[in-house]
């Protein structure tokens, strides 16, 4: 790889995992196809996890652990340093260095999360920062993977790996079997406090507000438990009570449910 960038090649294309102990610098215009494989930084990176410096171009589908650190005035990032190009699709994770965003500099950052004590999910500059709640529920690997917009043909590039609960890449970019869609239930009146419980077995329910989150596979049965609202009360769903994620999902309404307690 740092062969391939001395010789100023503008498409590479990884043909097995590859892991660096030291950051690159990429000087001119570059696309890095991962091709379903692992770029990672596993070393002491300086300035940036994977890139230290991103001139123009992109850094797409890249994920990093390692410890980022830099000089006294050095421009810091997870996964790239200065960033002064296009930096997408990946994330960066590392508990000891929570809250440090995904690329420094004055680029441009879309679709990519950093491992943070509070999240910016669903706020209106949403600056890519989730929990490890979040990442190990299956949120980022949804996000990261296009949403239901589909921008990787609704096909699985990131699947939620069950070691380590964080994103991983896909080599088979169309494997159904790991895709993650996001089922919301939300409350639309009620008392303040009180809500049914949804939840899938094997999967992490995540509470914001009034709607309940979970990230699965198709073809699981969800459950919603009505149990703890008091005697007196009625609980009536919209489209219907959600009972399982089938196995084609057709539109993003498939996907959300309501409810009210009167």
Known sequence: LREALANGAVGIRLTKDVQLSATLEIR???TLD????VLQMTGSGSAGGIVGWVRSGSVEYCLS????????????GGLVGRNEGTVTKGYYYNETAKNTQVAGGTGTVTNSFYLADSSTFGAENDAGARTAAEFAAGRVVWELSGKFSGSNGN??????DDESKRPA???DGR?????LWEMTLEKTFGPENMAVKFSAEGYTTLTEGNTQYIYIRTNTEVSVDASGIPEGYAVRYSPKMPTKLESLVWNESDLRFYYNIS
């Open 155 to 160: 096909y699985a590039i990131w699947r939620l």
């Open 65 to 76: 652990t390692a410890t980022v650190s830099g000089g006294e005035n050095a421009v810091t």
């Open 28 to 30: 001119g215009e570059l």
């Open 169 to 171: 890449l896909v080599k």
């Open 175 to 179: 494997d159904f079997s790991n895709t």
């Open 34 to 37: 991962l091709n379903g494989y």
